[in-house]
C-alpha cells in the first residue's frame, strides 16, 4: 500500500527512457544479446517518456485533505452543522425618519433582523453627526457616526422599532447598519442569544475506486517496453487522486449537474448520489480584470477573501495557469517569491504572501487548468473544510486466479468519503477577464 500511495521507489522502476527497442539473439544459444533503438510494434506516443514521480503537488487539495484530521460517517448522506459566526449587518428596505425622543419603525431586507437583539445598539458610519444631527455623507465613514437604540423587534413583519442615541437623521433606503452592544445597566449587561440556531448542512459520500489488472499489465509487456508494473500502478493512482482532487472541487458530477442533490445516469436511468465539491456550496466570488494593475488586482483580491472572517487569518489558493501569468505580473508578489518565502504544511510546500489582510500559502494546481478553470482560483479557509471518510482509503488483492475468473491478480484502491464545508462565506472563488 506504502508504494502505491507514495510513489513506487527508484529500485522499482525502470532506468532510461522509455521508448522503442528491438531485441538482438544468439541464434546459437538463443539468448538475449543487446536491445538497440530501433523500432518495434508499440507506438511510442501512447506511453509518456518517463512517469514522473507521484508529486503531492499535482493534487494539491486532495493531498492537503488526506493530511487534515479526517471525521467519520456511517450514512450515505452526511449531515453536520454549518455554524458561521453571528451576523453583525443588516440593510434598510425604506427609509425612515430618527428623532431623540419618539420611536420609529424601520423595515429590514430579508435576513438582516435575526441576529440583532432588542435592547441593541446599531452604527451607522455613512451618517455624520455634527450638532445633534446626522448628515449622510458622500463618501467615507462618519468621524462620529449616528448610533440609534432598538427598542423592538418584529420577526414576522421584518421591522424594528428605533431612537436615536446621539443626533437625528433622515435615513435613505439601503443604508447599511452594523449591530453593536447592548445599552444596559451593568447588572444586566449580559450577552443576548442570537435568536437563530446554526444552520444545517448536508453532503454525500463518494465512492472513488481503481483497478490495477495484472492481466492488462501483461498485455503491456508482451509488447516487450520497458515498464515496471510498480509505474503501471503510479499511472492508475495519478488519475485516482485526479478524480478525487476534481470532486472535491466540482462534486461528483462536473459543476453540479442537475443542480445539486441528485442527478441521473443516462445509460441506466438510476438516480444516484451526488457529493457536492466546494462550488457547489454558494462560495462566495471575486471577478478581477487582467488590464488593470496587477497589484491592485491582487490587493482586491486580498480584501474579498478576508472581508468574511471567522477569525482565521490564514487562507489556501490554488489556481491555474492562466491565473498565474496574473500573479506574475503584481510585483509585490514576485518580490516575495524572490524571497524564497515557502513554507510546507499538509504534505506540500506552499508560497507564502502576506499582505495587510492575512496570510496566503498559494500553490498552482494543474487540476484546475485541465479542467477549463486555468484563469480562476479556489481560495479556502483551511479551518472551516474537512474531509468526512465514510470508507478510509484502503488497498484490496483481488485473486481472480484462484476465484477461476482467470490468470491474473488484481489490486484495487478503494476509498468512500464526502466534504464538510462549514462557514462557506470563507471560501471563494477567483476569476479574472482577459
Known amino acids: 500500500m506504502s508504494e502505491i500511495f507514495n510513489g513506487a521507489p527508484e529500485s522499482a522502476t525502470t532506468v532510461g527512457p522509455i521508448g522503442t527497442h528491438q531485441t538482438t539473439i544468439n541464434p546459437d544459444n538463443g539468448k538475449v544479446v543487446s536491445t538497440d533503438g530501433a523500432a518495434r510494434n508499440i507506438n511510442k506516443a501512447t506511453i509518456s517518456e518517463k512517469l514522473s514521480k507521484i508529486n503531492p503537488a499535482r493534487t494539491p487539495l486532495d493531498t492537503f485533505l488526506r493530511n487534515i484530521k479526517a471525521g467519520t460517517t456511517k450514512s450515505d448522506k452526511y449531515e453536520f452543522y454549518s455554524i458561521i459566526a453571528r451576523g453583525v449587518k443588516c440593510t434598510l428596505a425604506s427609509g425612515g425618519a430618527i428623532t431623540l425622543d419618539g420611536v420609529t419603525t424601520l423595515t429590514l431586507s430579508p435576513g438582516g433582523i435575526h441576529h440583532l437583539s432588542k435592547d441593541g445598539d446599531l452604527l451607522i458610519p455613512s451618517y455624520n453627526v455634527t450638532n445633534g444631527k446626522a448628515e449622510k455623507l458622500n463618501d467615507g465613514v462618519a468621524s462620529r457616526p449616528l ?73 503491456l509487456q508482451e509488447k516487450e517496453v520497458e515498464y515496471g508494473l510498480a509505474e503501471f500502478k503510479e499511472q492508475a493512482f495519478a488519475d485516482f487522486r485526479y478524480q478525487a482532487e476534481v470532486t472535491s472541487l466540482f462534486g461528483a458530477s462536473f459543476a453540479g449537474v442537475g443542480g445539486g442533490e441528485y442527478f441521473i445516469d443516462p445509460i441506466t436511468q438510476k438516480r444516484k448520489l451526488h457529493m457536492r465539491g466546494l462550488a457547489d456550496f454558494n462560495i462566495q466570488g471575486v471577478e478581477l480584470n487582467a488590464q488593470t494593475d496587477a497589484d491592485a488586482s491582487i490587493n482586491a483580491m486580498m480584501q474579498q477573501m478576508f472581508a468574511v472572517n471567522n477569525g482565521s487569518e490564514e487562507r489556501l489558493l490554488l489556481y491555474g495557469a492562466g491565473f498565474a501569468t496574473l500573479l506574475s505580473n503584481s510585483k509585490q508578489w514576485v518580490e516575495q517569491l524572490e524571497a524564497n518565502k515557502t513554507d510546507v504544511a499538509w504534505g506540500v510546500r506552499w508560497k507564502m504572501f502576506e499582505s495587510n489582510f492575512g496570510v496566503l500559502r498559494a500553490i498552482y494546481a494543474p487540476a484546475l487548468s485541465l479542467c477549463g478553470y486555468g484563469n480562476a482560483a479556489f481560495i479556502i479557509d483551511p479551518y472551516n473544510l474537512r474531509r468526512v471518510d465514510q470508507i478510509k482509503l484502503h488497498e484490496r488483492k483481488l485473486d481472480l486466479q484462484t476465484a477461476g475468473i482467470r490468470n491474473s491478480k488484481d489490486v484495487m484502491l478503494e476509498e468512500s468519503w464526502t466534504l464538510e464545508v462549514t462557514n462557506p462565506t470563507t471560501h471563494g472563488i477567483v476569476t479574472f477577464a482577459a
Open 147 to 219: 448610533v440609534i437604540h432598538i427598542v423592538e423587534l418584529n420577526y414576522v413583519e421584518n421591522t424594528i422599532k428605533v431612537v436615536g442615541v446621539n443626533g437625528t437623521a433622515t435615513l435613505d433606503a439601503e443604508t447599511e447598519m452594523y449591530r453593536m452592544a447592548s445599552a444596559k445597566d451593568q447588572d444586566a449587561a449580559i450577552s443576548n442569544d442570537p435568536l437563530a440556531t446554526p444552520t444545517k448542512d448536508f453532503n454525500f459520500c463518494q465512492r472513488n475506486i481503481v483497478t490495477v489488472s495484472e492481466n492488462a499489465f501483461q498485455s
